[in-house]
Each structure stands twice: as structure tokens, then as C-alpha cells.
């Protein structure tokens, strides 16, 4: 595997290096047959042949570029993520490209093909719900790849640092649950990838597991923003006043969720409880109960999986998982209503 080069389309064209470059460029003032044409287009084709936009005088050396694609840029989980990542591969003497793909699939298509056509020397991705699709172009040239966070669904063999999400969800009900919430809101984001919508499955299924019905999870599904988790907690409150607990799933909500509350002045915990997966900074300096994901351990171990697979110490086309565990971070912002409860059955 590799990038396919014009000398390589024109030995299976049977024509020369330049010629395939004046017919794949598209360039006027010389001859070419239509054959030759048709021959040169479906060579390239065949062996995936892509431009490439870097100095050509480096014909298949390292440029000591890496790219790294998140979906998010305002979401301090990825913030921290590259920055963890690219003190590791800076120091490794690389140079990095970062985008944000604003979680749109056709974009990240677009930069994933650009980083290819730049040629280097390998990607860290968090994929977008067609990020298998993708991510095809690199697994045809064997480049270098970690998948962060989110899985590619139907591919069997890459490399990835994932999250335990299904963790962070039974760490957060649990925790609720000894508190005595247990009626509680979760503000959820319909994603469409899987791994996410385990932190859901995590929450009702906990809840289950501990005797509770369906019902003592009242769930608010809105788009991933400060608005969604704003209209998320008002819907959940004025539906439900018996939620004594409010779960938000994705940090991104939780701030607009915490800034419905205050604006209505619904006291924090003493009206409701408040607890979000993800540990954003205005979370640590308010002392919110939150589950701490790991996120810069996450971008080191992608940085060190990425290496060994340039350096050849991993097979680019092979498969291995980290999965990063997180840990709960108590705050003032969960109530103990269990101990009023205890207090109230011996009187």
C-alpha cells in the first residue's frame, strides 16, 4: 500500500510520466489521442490515483505533517485533546494541520481529501456518523490513522482511543441514585452514533437495575448547542416537577441548561441538582459534580499509537482499542436528599 505516483499510472497506461500528468492536469496545446486518454484516466483510476499538492521534490519522503480533524472546536473536550496531542507530535519533530469539521460529514470528506492530496504523514480523527466512508481513502493508501472517541461502524480493522461512555453514564446514575434522586431529568443530544447514546442506555438502564421504572427517567432530546440544553431543562422541569435531579449528557448543553436555571432562579442544588458528563472549565471552577473523561490522557495515547504506526512499531492496517476510563469529581452541585429521607423514616 502507499500513494499511488504518475510514474505508477503511466507504467500501467503504457505511456510516460509527463503524459499522464498533461492528461490528469487537463492541459491544452498538445496532442493526445483519445486512447491514450481513455488509457491514462482509467489507470489512474484503477490504482486510486491522487494529486498531490506538496513539493514534488519530495517524491515519497516524510513531510512531518500530521492532521488532526475534531468535530467540535467550542467543545473544551477536544480543545484539550489537541493540545495533549500535539505537544506529544511536536515534540516529535512534526508539524500539524488542525481542523474542525463542525461535525458535517461533507466537510470532513473535503479535509480528509486535502490532507491526502497534501500528502502527510498521518491523521488523527474523532469521525463524523459517514466517517467510515470517509476514512476509505486512507485505508486505501495505508496511511496512518487513530480514530478518537467515536467508532467507525462496519470497519473492523483500525486503530482507536475510545471513551467509556456506557461507564460515565452508570458512574453519573449511580451516584444519583445514593443521593437519593430518584426522579431525575437527562438532557441527551440525538447524535446518531452509537457510542454517545450509550451514556442514555447507561442512565435508564442503572435506574433498572435498581428497581426504578421508566418514568423516573424523564429524557429531553435536543440538538447538540446552548440553546438545545436551554430548552432541554426548561421542557424537563415544566413537564416533570418531580425531577429533583438534572443529568446532562454533553457539556455543550449543561451550559445552557445551568444558565436556564439561573435566569429563572432555580437555586442550584437546593431547588434541583445539577450533574454533566464532561469536566468544561466553568464546571471545575463552580464546583459542579461532574464525570472528569480523561480528555487529555485521550489525545496522548492517540499521539503514541499514531507514532508507532509511522514508525512502523503498529501495522497501519491493523486493529487495537484503548479505552480511556473516567472518574467522577464530586461537587456542591448534587443535594443528599437521601439523608433527609433516612431522617424522616425514623421519625
Not at 467507525?152 to 461512555?165: M, Q
Not at 435506574?207 to 440538538?223: L, Q, T, W
Request: hydrophobic content about 35%.
Amino acid at each position: 500500500m502507499g500513494y499511488t505516483t504518475l510514474k505508477d499510472v503511466a507504467e500501467r497506461a503504457g505511456t510516460t510520466a509527463s503524459t499522464v500528468s498533461y492528461v490528469l492536469n487537463q492541459k491544452q496545446g498538445r496532442y493526445v489521442s483519445e486512447e491514450m486518454r481513455r488509457r491514462v484516466l482509467e489507470a489512474a483510476e484503477e490504482l486510486h490515483y491522487i494529486k498531490s499538492y506538496g513539493a514534488s521534490s519530495l517524491k515519497g519522503k516524510s513531510r512531518r505533517l500530521l492532521s488532526i480533524l475534531v468535530p467540535q472546536f467550542e467543545n473544551q473536550f477536544f480543545t484539550r485533546l489537541i493540545v495533549a496531542a500535539e505537544k506529544i507530535l511536536m515534540l516529535a519533530g512534526y508539524d500539524l494541520v488542525i481542523s474542525n469539521t463542525d461535525d458535517n460529514p461533507e466537510k470532513e470528506k473535503e479535509i480528509i481529501e486535502r490532507m491526502v492530496g497534501q500528502r502527510v504523514d498521518g491523521i488523527i480523527v474523532t469521525p463524523t456518523t459517514k466517517g467510515a466512508e470517509n476514512t476509505e481513502i486512507l485505508r486505501r493508501v495505508g496511511l496512518p490513522m487513530v480514530v478518537v472517541d467515536r467508532p467507525l461502524t462496519g470497519v473492523s480493522a483500525y486503530h482507536r482511543v475510545a471513551t467509556d461512555n456506557y461507564g460515565f453514564g452508570v458512574e453519573a446514575a449511580e451516584y444519583l441514585i445514593r443521593k437519593g434522586h430518584t426522579h431525575i431529568g437527562y438532557v441527551n443530544w440525538d447524535s446518531e452514533i452509537k457510542d454517545l447514546e450509550d451514556r442514555h442506555a447507561a442512565i435508564v438502564n442503572t435506574y433498572r437495575k435498581h428497581g426504578f421504572d421508566e418514568s423516573s427517567v424523564a429524557v429531553a432530546c435536543k440538538p447538540f448547542s446552548y440553546q438545545g440544553g436551554y430548552d432541554a431543562t426548561k421542557e424537563i422541569l415544566e413537564d416533570h416537577p418531580e425531577v429533583t435531579a438534572l443529568c446532562y449528557g454533553f457539556n455543550m448543553q449543561a451550559i445552557g441548561g445551568v444558565s436556564y436555571l439561573n435566569e429563572k432562579g432555580i437555586r442550584v442544588p437546593d431547588d434541583v441538582s445539577v450533574m454533566l458528563v464532561g469536566s468544561p472549565d466553568w464546571a471545575t471552577i463552580g464546583h459542579f459534580c461532574h464525570i472528569d473523561m480523561g480528555d487529555s490522557a485521550i489525545g496522548e495515547r492517540a499521539a503514541k499509537v499514531l507514532l508507532e504506526e509511522i514508525d512502523g512499531k503498529l501495522p497501519v492496517d491493523g486493529a487495537s482499542c484503548f479505552v480511556q476510563n473516567g472518574h467522577l469529581v464530586e461537587g456542591s452541585s448534587v443535594k443528599d436528599i437521601a439523608i433527609n429521607s433516612k431522617q424522616e423514616e425514623k421519625r
